[in-house]
């Protein structure tokens, strides 16, 4: 926990100069954090679904005929490697978000720092997705659109961060002072 603590001072520092929203749109933010992660995490378990699926078809191709057609095999192995590698991701940073929502709605700092692990998650998947892609095209499109992500949602993360109880186990408390 300590390590975290650490992190977190240590990123609210890179977010420390940039313009703050207002405060009642901080609030109103915060407030809401919790439905939105509901959202967020309904989305994302779209993906999961998908990779899912597509591991699925996948697994039906290997030893088929089909796969004779394929210029390479080892494309498509690959491609199964890189797809468990971001469907375990996604389904880990799913369970934090979901575990986050109870204290988020009760306006906990707890709920915050679980959402804030689900964002380190999320920028740790996007350093393995982008190496594991085959192309440097490719590479440099997720790096630098994940990087865009990362930005903006650790930016709107950061501006609701003094919204949430920092007291551990603070049970029924609705804000921070």
């Not at 994302?44 to 796969?67: P, R, V, W, Y």
């Not at 988020?104 to 709920?111: A, F, I, P, S, V």
């Not at 790096?143 to 551990?168: D, N, P, R």
């Amino acid at each position: 926990m300590e390590f975290l603590n650490k992190l977190e001072d240590k990123v609210f520092g890179w977010f420390r100069g940039a313009p703050n929203l207002p405060n009642e749109a901080r609030k109103s933010l915060a407030e809401n954090a919790w439905w939105i992660v509901i959202i967020g995490s309904i989305l994302m378990t779209f993906s999961i679904l998908k990779g899912l699926d597509f591991l699925e078809n996948q697994a039906t191709l290997q030893g088929s005929t089909a796969s004779s057609y394929y210029i390479s095999t080892t494309v498509s192995d690959w491609a199964v490697f890189a797809t468990t590698i971001s469907v375990v991701f996604l389904v880990a940073q799913v369970i934090l978000m979901l575990f986050a929502v109870k204290p988020l709605k009760e306006m906990q700092k707890k709920g915050w720092v679980l959402l804030f692990s689900s964002w380190l998650l999320s920028g740790v998947a996007l350093v393995a997705n982008a190496l594991l892609t085959l192309g440097i095209v490719s590479f440099i499109i997720t790096v630098l659109f994940g990087a865009v992500w990362l930005a903006i949602s650790g930016y709107f993360l950061f501006e609701i961060h003094g919204q949430f109880a920092h007291v551990e186990r603070s049970k029924g408390v609705k804000k921070a002072e």
